[in-house]
């Protein structure tokens, strides 16, 4: 299921995979997809698939970063400091509980 925010004024978007029914205590995860020409939160899909098919009870929040995927993407340089200022924000008002961070990437 898609989802959308607003960070900065940018219209950014996030896949979410909710937890297993009945599970209340299990840490929901936040991947990162790695940066680069094309690249985005469809990165992730295989694994997502698979983590539904295994039937693991975490949720999975799958954004895409400022500038990837179905996010807005300005004409602007992009700094690690960009991304991790839209990662803490999504994590405060999005998420609101500790994650269990995977990133792929250099």
Request: glycine residues 6%; aromatic residues 16%.
């Amino acid at each position: 299921m898609i989802e959308f925010y607003t960070w900065k004024g940018y219209c950014c978007t996030y896949e979410l995979y909710p937890q297993k029914e009945g599970v209340t205590t299990s840490i929901p995860l936040l991947l990162i997809h790695p940066i680069g020409v094309g690249l985005s939160k469809s990165f992730w899909h295989r694994f997502c698939s698979l983590w539904q098919e295994e039937n693991f009870p975490n949720a999975i929040y799958n954004p895409d970063l400022l500038g990837c995927g179905e996010s807005d993407m300005p004409s602007v340089a992009y700094y690690p400091v960009d991304w991790a200022e839209q990662l803490q924000y999504f994590l405060e008002t999005i998420v609101k509980k500790p994650v269990i961070l995977i990133v792929q990437g250099a």
